[in-house]
């Protein structure tokens, strides 16, 4: 997967404008969630090839499941813009539950960070998780309001029907590898 | 906590319906030549009057098949012709001649070309094709060239199909003396281009190049699209034809669908390999292939192989293409009757070393196409051993 299919995939994955709708207002924890989850999924990555080896699965088929996965995802995303609250860990504890997991680690993260390191890819995906987390912190200096978040939920709905492309995208390169 | 519960839900539906394990038997080239040995021995043992071999046994109901296909029985030729050229296997070589008796009783001449054709019935595409694609593997066996011209007069019968944009028609009709319009040969299509090819090289300066190239490029270009195939047609044919051509003879159209066909051959031999014969595999991924659908991929695989080792423009393909071959060869393998299974077959011998399908039932191409992928992964597994 090069570099620029992955950002898309991952930025839409993350989905920075509907995540923002329900972050924490602490920007600590929202940036020590992001560390923790850029270390989580690094480390996924990290042993994504290992992991499909032990699944007996080869990386090719493995596209296939993330395809589903990220397809579902977006429709979510697409049908249902605003999220609910997620429960917060008290003080830091919010960098942990909510932001790490599951609004920064979610299925369509994990699943793109595993495909990515059965490919042998995981530099690329550590970067691309970088730049979609970036913009999730980038989010925080939009200030909530009425307007900003018509706005946030309108883009998070784009984001959506970006991750079904994506999940497209990906299947039909499922069928097309060898 | 019931978000953790959702999950675990999710990855395991995906586990089951849609990344099943897949199951890759080891092969060997003791194993594989072995499987080769029972295959091409089914074959042999079913030779019957009049130069026709057995050409099916259900083994629950113990009935030996009526049926025949001059297709098929051209395919079972040319498996025999390719184990005598490989192997030097005398009691293969003796049972491909066998054939031909069946052959010679069969043909349909008219003008200047010769088609395989049972007496009353039109001729075929796929018939001819494949019937020259085994004589002229004959000749590579024997270096006998008495059946030379009968190679030029079904190569001239494929010719005289083709059509102005390259494709060539399925059918000719004894009715009205002309070939059917708009009627493709599944098979056809990729046995002609394979004949045209092997008679470039074999018959060089009488012109087989120039049809060769024209259905090449309408094989990779337009097939599909004028033959009603959504994804790439799975067409082991083809990648022969493809893998003859070689390097020299492709351009980059032909190597573009080169790349699909690999594709589409590795998708199929991924979702074999998760299929399982009970189970949730079972119900998610449908009846395991049947032995001829595990030949057809081993081929062409093995044939997209060869050609991606000669040409550096699929070279990337290469190790893919050996891992998906191992695969689907180990499958073949590990399904095929043995000895000890087959005695407990009403017939063993109509049952040892044949692949049934699960309503228990095999015919001739179910063992023909298994042993001519082994033979090719062959091959692949002493490129790896040398390594």
């Given amino acids: ?178 | 906590m019931i978000y953790i519960a959702v999950l675990a839900l999710g990855a395991l539906g995906l586990r089951v319906m849609v990344v099943p394990a897949e199951v890759c038997p080891a092969v060997t080239p003791a194993n594989a030549r072995g499987a080769i040995a029972e295959a091409s021995g089914w074959l042999e043992r079913g030779v019957r009057p009049g130069g026709l071999y057995t050409y099916g046994y259900n083994r629950k109901d113990d009935a030996v098949s009526q049926d025949y296909n001059i297709t098929r029985h051209a395919g079972v030729m040319f498996g025999l012709y390719q184990l005598a050229e490989e192997t030097g296997d005398e009691k293969a070589l003796a049972a491909a001649e066998h054939g031909l008796m069946f052959v010679h009783a069969n043909l349909l001449r008219n003008g200047g070309w010769t088609a395989f054709a049972e007496p009353g019935q039109d001729a075929r595409l796929g018939a001819s094709g494949l019937l020259a694609i085994a004589l002229v593997q004959r000749r590579f066996a024997t270096g006998d060239e008495s059946e030379d011209d009968l190679i030029r007069g079904l190569a001239h019968f494929l010719a005289a199909q083709q059509q102005a944009d390259g494709s060539v028609l399925g059918r000719w009709s004894r009715e009205t003396e002309r070939a059917v319009p708009d009627e493709y040969a599944k098979f056809g299509t990729g046995q002609a281009l394979w004949t045209f090819a092997l008679l470039d090289k074999l018959f060089p300066g009488e012109g087989w190049g120039q049809p060769a190239r024209r259905l090449a490029r309408y094989v990779a270009t337009r097939r599909d699209d004028v033959e009603g195939y959504v994804l790439t047609f799975p067409d082991h044919w083809s990648a022969y034809a493809l893998a003859e051509l070689g390097p020299d003879g492709l351009g980059e159209p032909e190597i573009a669908y080169a790349r699909e066909l690999a594709g589409i051959l590795g998708l199929n031999s991924r979702l074999e390999s998760q299929s399982g014969q009970g189970g949730l595999n079972r119900v998610f991924r449908g009846e395991p292939a049947s032995g001829a659908g595990l030949g057809t991929v081993t081929e062409g695989l093995a044939a997209l192989w060869r050609l991606s080792v000669a040409d550096p423009r699929l070279a990337d393909l290469t190790d893919n293409l050996a891992a998906r071959l191992r695969c689907t060869a180990g499958r073949a393998v590990e399904r095929q009757i043995d000895p000890f299974e087959a005695e407990n077959a009403p017939r063993p011998l109509l049952a040892r070393g044949a692949w049934f399908t699960e309503d228990g039932y095999t015919q001739m191409d179910h063992q023909r196409h298994p042993l001519s992928g082994l033979l090719a992964t062959l091959e692949v597994l002493d490129a790896e051993s040398a390594r």
């Fill in chain 1, 1 to 178: 997967m090069s570099f620029a299919f992955l950002l898309v995939a991952l930025v839409a994955s993350t989905n920075p404008c509907r995540v923002r709708l329900v972050l924490p207002e602490r920007r600590q924890a929202v940036v020590l969630g992001a560390l923790i989850a850029l270390g989580v999924a690094g480390g996924v990555a990290a042993v994504g090839g290992a992991v499909l080896d032990a699944l007996d699965i080869t990386p090719e088929t493995f596209r296939l499941a993330a395809a589903v996965v990220l397809a579902l995802e977006g429709a979510r995303a697409l049908v249902l813009a605003r999220p609910a609250r997620e429960p917060e860990l008290h003080g830091l504890g919010a960098a942990l539950v909510p932001v790490a997991f599951p609004l920064l680690l979610t299925p369509g993260v994990v699943m793109l960070t595993l495909t990515a390191g059965g490919d042998d890819d995981v530099a690329l995906a550590v970067g691309a998780l970088v730049v979609a987390f970036a913009l999730v912190l980038l989010t925080t200096l939009i200030r909530r309001g009425a307007r900003a978040d018509a706005l946030l939920a309108a883009g998070g709905r784009l984001l959506g029907a970006a991750e079904i492309a994506v999940g497209v995208a990906l299947a039909v390169q499922s069928v097309h590898d060898v």
